[in-house]
T-cell receptor, first 112, second 116 residues
């Protein structure tokens, strides 16, 4: 079955630091890949997505590239802000599974 | 556009009691999902509705959990009787068609359940 593995947190960074959160997946087909973000006290929100190999999803300065050869979808941001502090979830979706499979989430804490 | 609404936001019950959660999806969304998110884990799909029909309930513990979506709009998720391991956040999400593999799901704020 499908599975998603994320790096464990928490990740603590100073403001303006570079961020990478690793995500790898296993799937029987060719999944679409997503990053969702959960800010304190709020529901999950879609951050970005990619539907096929070599696609790059981007939003709010965050980027992730669908790498089929390494089965990865790592999340990156060049300069994080305090307001980026949240829990980030990587997820996959295939047509045959018709449901999202989430990773365990990575908590990001950005300090001044 | 109003988002996905859920109530209550918090609930504390004792084991063996029953509890119900309510969800109102985004207007016009055909597909509704209930997820269970245990502390330290990612959300796990419990049940998916397409209009008022069940698409996937393979991970729903049917001996104690039930869900319905009357008239294809609002939905309720019930647990009876509750166990300690049911302590989690219950998330409701909706999407426009539920057909596309990259279709965005919109999540509500969740109901945090604590079973004592």
């Amino acid at each position: 079955g499908n599975s998603v593995t994320q790096m464990e947190g928490p990740v603590t960074l100073s403001e303006e630091a570079f961020l990478t959160i690793n995500c790898t997946y296993t799937a029987t087909g060719y999944p679409s890949l997503f990053w969702y973000v959960q800010y304190p006290g709020e529901g999950l929100q879609l951050l970005l997505k990619a539907t096929k190999a070599d696609d790059k999803g981007s939003n709010k300065g965050f980027e992730a590239t669908y790498r089929k050869e390494t089965t990865s979808f790592h999340l990156e941001k060049g300069s994080v802000q305090v307001s980026d502090s949240a829990v980030y979830f990587c997820a996959s979706h295939t047509g045959t599974a018709s449901k999202l499979t989430f990773g365990t989430g990575t908590r990001l804490q950005v300090t001044l | 556009e109003a988002g996905v609404a859920q109530s209550p936001r918090y609930k504390i019950i004792e084991k063996r009691q029953s509890v119900a959660f309510w969800c109102n999806p985004i207007s016009g969304h055909a597909t509704l999902y209930w997820y269970q998110q245990i502390l330290g884990q990612g959300p796990k799909l419990l049940i998916q509705f397409q209009n008022n029909g069940v698409v996937d309930d393979s991970q729903l513990p049917k001996d104690r959990f039930s869900a319905e979506r009357l008239k294809g709009v609002d939905s309720t998720l019930k647990i009876q009787p509750a166990k300690l391991e049911d302590s989690a956040v219950y998330l409701c999400a909706s999407s426009f068609t539920g057909q596309g593999i990259a279709e965005t799901q919109y999540f509500g704020p969740g109901t945090r359940l604590l079973v004592l």
